[in-house]
């Protein structure tokens, strides 16, 4: 099973890219919740506003639950390459797996790239 498989789409590189670099150039004021059960916490909370996935998480089955709670509660979701340039992007030393924004300002500062991410 790939991770389009699990997501429904294929994030574009350069959406990819784009998240990378707003979560990098806020990652010391953003608010994010950092791993699985951190976002799955924040996405039933109703508190997240973007959620972003890495795709080399193995194993996949670990965010499987993840598109159908953000459909449920109209978070928008995403998949980017690597979990390592994920964790760097949010000011960690380790690879994450989850990241949930919950940063509303962020949000609307990037308002094209989430409208682009709901196109998904």
């Given at each position: 099973?790939t991770?389009e498989?699990i997501?429904?789409f294929?994030?574009?590189k350069?959406?990819?890219?784009?998240?990378?670099n707003?979560?990098d150039?806020?990652?010391?004021i953003a608010k994010?919740?950092?791993?699985?059960?951190?976002a799955?916490?924040s996405i039933?909370?109703?508190?997240?506003?973007?959620v972003?996935?890495?795709?080399?998480?193995n194993?996949?089955?670990?965010?499987?639950?993840?598109p159908?709670l953000?459909?449920e509660?109209?978070?928008?979701?995403?998949a980017?390459?690597s979990?390592q340039?994920?964790g760097?992007?949010?000011g960690?030393?380790?690879?994450?797996?989850?990241?949930?924004?919950?940063d509303e300002?962020?949000?609307?500062d990037?308002?094209k790239l989430?409208?682009?991410?709901?196109?998904?």
């Amino acid at each position: 099973m790939t991770i389009e498989t699990i997501l429904g789409f294929k994030t574009p590189k350069e959406v990819s890219e784009a998240v990378y670099n707003m979560l990098d150039s806020a990652k010391e004021i953003a608010k994010t919740r950092k791993g699985v059960n951190e976002a799955t916490k924040s996405i039933e909370r109703g508190n997240a506003k973007l959620v972003v996935i890495a795709e080399d998480i193995n194993p996949q089955e670990l965010i499987m639950h993840i598109p159908t709670l953000c459909k449920e509660k109209e978070i928008a979701f995403m998949a980017v390459p690597s979990k390592q340039e994920l964790g760097t992007c949010v000011g960690l030393k380790v690879a994450t797996s989850c990241v949930a924004v919950e940063d509303e300002t962020l949000i609307k500062d990037n308002s094209k790239l989430i409208a682009d991410i709901k196109k998904l």
